[in-house]
């Protein structure tokens, strides 16, 4: 199993900037793909970044050209470490952020796509 552990959450003012980062552990190769989704109160699980696994990456709307994912797997995949790195931050972009890891068939950001999950961190904007 993979066992994925998120940091680097806080509150910031809007227009600030944070880097969350998801260390996966346990044997993860390249075949899986990682992606970072949040959840607000009330609201459902969104999609917000995803890296395939050629290094691919997909955004979803709301964040393109103000977050940017990225990847490092050990050499001997028994971790990797995913970073997002959030620019221009929104009051919108408040929720706690979860990273998941996936080895299934390439949807990024729908959820029952990924078997792994963190516990979260929280992002606050205000």
């Known amino acids: 199993d993979v066992q994925l552990v998120e940091s680097g959450g806080g509150s910031v003012p809007v227009g600030g900037s944070l880097r969350l980062s998801c260390t996966a552990t346990g044997y993860i190769d390249r075949s899986y793909y990682i992606a970072w989704f949040r959840q607000s109160p009330g609201k459902e699980r969104e999609g917000v970044a995803a890296?395939?696994?050629?290094?691919?990456?997909?955004?979803?709307?709301s964040v393109q050209g103000r977050f940017s994912i990225a990847k490092e797997v050990a050499i001997d995949y028994s971790r990797a470490t995913v970073t997002l790195t959030m620019n221009n931050l929104q009051s919108d972009d408040t929720a706690m952020y979860f990273c998941?890891?996936?080895?299934?068939?390439?949807?990024?950001?729908?959820?029952?796509?990924?078997?792994?999950w963190g516990q979260g961190t929280q992002v606050t904007v205000s």
């Open positions: 890296i395939g696994r050629g290094g691919g990456t997909s955004y979803t709307g």
């Open positions: 998941a890891a996936g080895r299934d068939y390439w949807d990024p950001f729908n959820p029952d796509r990924y078997n792994s």
